[in-house]
Protein backbone atom coordinates (compact mmCIF):
# COMPACT_ATOMS: atom_id res chain seq x y z
CA UNK A 1 0.00 0.00 0.00
CA UNK A 2 1.50 3.18 -1.46
CA UNK A 3 1.85 6.07 0.96
CA UNK A 4 2.10 8.74 -1.33
CA UNK A 5 1.07 8.10 -4.60
CA UNK A 6 1.49 10.25 -7.39
CA UNK A 7 -0.13 10.06 -10.88
CA UNK A 8 1.05 10.15 -13.62
CA UNK A 9 4.47 8.71 -12.90
CA UNK A 10 5.52 10.31 -16.61
CA UNK A 11 3.87 13.18 -18.54
CA UNK A 12 5.07 14.17 -21.83
CA UNK A 13 3.20 16.61 -23.35
CA UNK A 14 3.66 20.03 -25.80
CA UNK A 15 4.34 23.75 -24.97
CA UNK A 16 1.30 25.59 -24.52
CA UNK A 17 -0.98 22.49 -22.95
CA UNK A 18 -2.87 22.56 -19.31
CA UNK A 19 -1.87 19.94 -17.53
CA UNK A 20 -2.53 18.31 -13.93
CA UNK A 21 -0.39 16.27 -11.70
CA UNK A 22 -2.26 14.15 -8.43
CA UNK A 23 -0.93 13.38 -4.68
CA UNK A 24 -2.99 11.35 -2.50
CA UNK A 25 -1.64 10.35 1.45
CA UNK A 26 -2.56 7.58 3.09
CA UNK A 27 -0.71 8.28 6.34
CA UNK A 28 -3.17 10.51 7.99
CA UNK A 29 -0.62 13.72 8.00
CA UNK A 30 -2.08 16.53 8.08
CA UNK A 31 0.35 18.95 5.64
CA UNK A 32 1.23 17.75 2.04
CA UNK A 33 3.80 20.05 -0.33
CA UNK A 34 4.99 19.91 -4.04
CA UNK A 35 8.11 20.08 -4.55
CA UNK A 36 10.07 20.34 -8.16
CA UNK A 37 13.74 18.76 -8.93
CA UNK A 38 15.51 19.87 -11.47
CA UNK A 39 18.00 18.32 -13.92
CA UNK A 40 21.01 19.07 -11.41
CA UNK A 41 18.67 17.26 -8.61
CA UNK A 42 18.16 20.11 -7.04
CA UNK A 43 15.19 20.10 -4.92
CA UNK A 44 13.20 23.17 -4.14
CA UNK A 45 9.76 23.43 -2.15
CA UNK A 46 6.89 25.30 -4.42
CA UNK A 47 3.88 24.89 -2.26
CA UNK A 48 3.05 23.31 1.33
CA UNK A 49 -1.09 22.85 2.58
CA UNK A 50 -1.87 22.32 5.86
CA UNK A 51 -5.85 21.08 6.16
CA UNK A 52 -6.22 22.18 3.11
CA UNK A 53 -5.21 25.73 3.84
CA UNK A 54 -2.39 27.23 1.82
CA UNK A 55 0.55 27.60 4.06
CA UNK A 56 3.92 28.23 1.59
CA UNK A 57 3.59 29.53 -1.75
CA UNK A 58 6.88 30.29 -2.59
CA UNK A 59 7.80 32.13 -5.97
CA UNK A 60 6.31 30.19 -8.26
CA UNK A 61 4.61 31.32 -12.08
CA UNK A 62 1.23 31.92 -11.25
CA UNK A 63 0.97 29.18 -14.16
CA UNK A 64 1.18 26.63 -11.41
CA UNK A 65 -2.16 26.60 -9.22
CA UNK A 66 -2.43 23.57 -6.32
CA UNK A 67 -5.86 22.54 -5.19
CA UNK A 68 -6.45 20.40 -2.07
CA UNK A 69 -9.93 19.24 -2.13
CA UNK A 70 -9.14 17.19 1.21
CA UNK A 71 -5.94 16.31 3.70
CA UNK A 72 -5.20 13.61 1.61
CA UNK A 73 -5.08 15.12 -1.21
CA UNK A 74 -2.93 18.08 -3.16
CA UNK A 75 -2.74 18.12 -6.85
CA UNK A 76 -1.08 20.53 -9.22
CA UNK A 77 -2.29 21.90 -12.70
CA UNK A 78 0.01 23.64 -14.81
CA UNK A 79 -1.52 26.34 -18.08
CA UNK A 80 0.07 26.89 -20.79
CA UNK A 81 3.45 24.91 -19.98
CA UNK A 82 6.68 26.19 -21.27
CA UNK A 83 9.97 23.94 -22.25
CA UNK A 84 11.22 25.36 -18.66
CA UNK A 85 8.77 23.65 -16.69
CA UNK A 86 10.16 20.40 -17.63
CA UNK A 87 11.28 18.21 -14.39
CA UNK A 88 10.76 16.33 -11.41
CA UNK A 89 7.97 16.94 -9.30
CA UNK A 90 7.58 15.53 -6.18
CA UNK A 91 4.57 14.97 -3.86
CA UNK A 92 5.19 14.49 -0.25
CA UNK A 93 3.43 14.85 3.21
CA UNK A 94 4.56 15.32 6.86
CA UNK A 95 2.99 15.20 10.39
CA UNK A 96 4.32 18.23 11.80
CA UNK A 97 8.59 17.87 11.39
CA UNK A 98 8.33 13.81 12.23
CA UNK A 99 10.14 13.36 8.53
CA UNK A 100 8.80 13.77 5.26
CA UNK A 101 7.56 11.26 3.25
CA UNK A 102 7.85 11.48 -0.78
CA UNK A 103 5.86 9.92 -3.81
CA UNK A 104 7.97 8.49 -6.08
CA UNK A 105 8.07 11.36 -8.76
CA UNK A 106 6.30 12.98 -11.82
CA UNK A 107 8.65 13.13 -14.72
CA UNK A 108 7.39 16.22 -17.07
CA UNK A 109 9.18 16.56 -20.28
CA UNK A 110 7.74 19.54 -22.49
CA UNK A 111 8.23 19.57 -26.20
CA UNK B 1 20.25 32.02 -2.46
CA UNK B 2 20.83 28.50 -0.82
CA UNK B 3 20.46 28.12 2.47
CA UNK B 4 22.52 24.96 3.31
CA UNK B 5 26.23 23.98 1.09
CA UNK B 6 26.60 20.69 0.53
CA UNK B 7 29.31 19.28 0.22
CA UNK B 8 31.14 17.44 -2.02
CA UNK B 9 29.26 17.49 -4.65
CA UNK B 10 30.28 14.14 -6.22
CA UNK B 11 32.06 11.68 -4.10
CA UNK B 12 33.29 8.86 -6.29
CA UNK B 13 34.99 5.92 -4.16
CA UNK B 14 36.02 2.22 -4.18
CA UNK B 15 33.89 -0.03 -2.04
CA UNK B 16 35.41 -0.86 1.50
CA UNK B 17 36.72 3.20 2.29
CA UNK B 18 35.06 5.19 4.27
CA UNK B 19 33.48 8.91 3.67
CA UNK B 20 32.31 12.09 5.18
CA UNK B 21 29.54 14.48 3.82
CA UNK B 22 28.92 17.73 4.76
CA UNK B 23 26.12 20.43 5.19
CA UNK B 24 26.67 23.91 6.42
CA UNK B 25 24.57 26.58 6.72
CA UNK B 26 24.87 30.50 7.70
CA UNK B 27 21.56 30.30 10.48
CA UNK B 28 21.33 28.26 13.21
CA UNK B 29 17.76 25.65 12.21
CA UNK B 30 15.37 24.13 14.30
CA UNK B 31 15.77 20.62 13.09
CA UNK B 32 17.81 18.96 10.27
CA UNK B 33 17.10 15.63 8.05
CA UNK B 34 19.59 13.49 6.15
CA UNK B 35 17.66 11.52 3.07
CA UNK B 36 18.76 9.50 0.44
CA UNK B 37 17.27 8.95 -3.22
CA UNK B 38 17.76 6.52 -5.69
CA UNK B 39 17.31 7.18 -9.40
CA UNK B 40 13.84 7.06 -10.38
CA UNK B 41 12.78 7.42 -6.87
CA UNK B 42 11.85 9.85 -4.05
CA UNK B 43 13.93 11.17 -1.46
CA UNK B 44 13.89 8.62 1.74
CA UNK B 45 14.31 9.47 5.32
CA UNK B 46 17.30 8.88 7.14
CA UNK B 47 17.64 10.56 10.37
CA UNK B 48 16.44 13.75 12.03
CA UNK B 49 18.31 15.40 14.40
CA UNK B 50 17.41 18.42 16.43
CA UNK B 51 19.78 19.12 19.64
CA UNK B 52 23.05 20.64 19.28
CA UNK B 53 26.30 18.24 19.51
CA UNK B 54 23.70 15.10 18.86
CA UNK B 55 25.07 12.12 17.45
CA UNK B 56 22.70 9.23 15.23
CA UNK B 57 23.98 5.87 13.95
CA UNK B 58 22.10 4.05 11.71
CA UNK B 59 23.94 0.76 10.80
CA UNK B 60 27.09 1.45 9.08
CA UNK B 61 25.92 5.65 9.05
CA UNK B 62 26.83 8.10 11.74
CA UNK B 63 25.00 11.50 11.97
CA UNK B 64 26.18 14.27 13.75
CA UNK B 65 24.44 17.96 14.33
CA UNK B 66 27.41 21.15 15.19
CA UNK B 67 27.41 22.07 18.67
CA UNK B 68 25.53 25.76 17.11
CA UNK B 69 22.98 23.39 15.11
CA UNK B 70 24.75 25.27 11.87
CA UNK B 71 26.27 22.39 10.78
CA UNK B 72 25.77 18.38 10.64
CA UNK B 73 27.79 15.68 8.73
CA UNK B 74 27.40 12.15 7.50
CA UNK B 75 29.64 9.56 7.71
CA UNK B 76 29.81 6.25 6.09
CA UNK B 77 32.07 3.24 7.62
CA UNK B 78 33.27 0.68 4.76
CA UNK B 79 31.16 1.80 2.18
CA UNK B 80 29.35 -0.87 -0.36
CA UNK B 81 27.85 -0.23 -3.32
CA UNK B 82 24.20 -0.56 -1.85
CA UNK B 83 25.01 3.01 -1.01
CA UNK B 84 25.08 4.51 -3.82
CA UNK B 85 22.90 7.30 -4.61
CA UNK B 86 22.03 11.02 -3.60
CA UNK B 87 22.17 12.23 -0.14
CA UNK B 88 20.59 15.48 0.18
CA UNK B 89 20.40 17.54 3.90
CA UNK B 90 17.30 19.50 4.55
CA UNK B 91 16.52 21.98 7.14
CA UNK B 92 13.23 22.59 8.89
CA UNK B 93 11.97 25.61 10.50
CA UNK B 94 8.83 27.47 11.39
CA UNK B 95 5.41 25.70 9.61
CA UNK B 96 7.51 22.60 8.33
CA UNK B 97 9.36 24.74 6.14
CA UNK B 98 11.90 22.47 4.69
CA UNK B 99 14.58 23.43 2.38
CA UNK B 100 17.35 21.25 0.72
CA UNK B 101 20.75 21.57 0.27
CA UNK B 102 22.24 20.81 -3.81
CA UNK B 103 23.12 17.10 -2.68
CA UNK B 104 26.45 15.01 -2.49
CA UNK B 105 26.20 12.09 -5.49
CA UNK B 106 27.80 9.53 -4.25
CA UNK B 107 29.42 6.36 -6.42
CA UNK B 108 30.75 3.21 -4.30
CA UNK B 109 32.83 1.20 -6.96
CA UNK B 110 32.88 -2.76 -6.12
Known amino acids: DTAVSQTPKYLVTQMGNDKSIKCEQN?????MYWYKQDSKKFLKIMFSYNNKELIINETVPNRFSPKSPDKAHLNLHINSLELGDSAVYFCASSQEAYGYTFGSGTRLTVV | TQLLEQSPQFLSIQEGENLTVYCNSS?????LQWYRQEPGEGPVLLVT?????EVKKLKRLTFQFGDARKDSSLHITAAQPGDTGLYLCARVDNNNDMRFGAGTRLTVKP
Open chain 1, 27 to 31: LGHDT
Open chain 2, 27 to 31: SVFSS
Open chain 2, 49 to 53: VVTGG
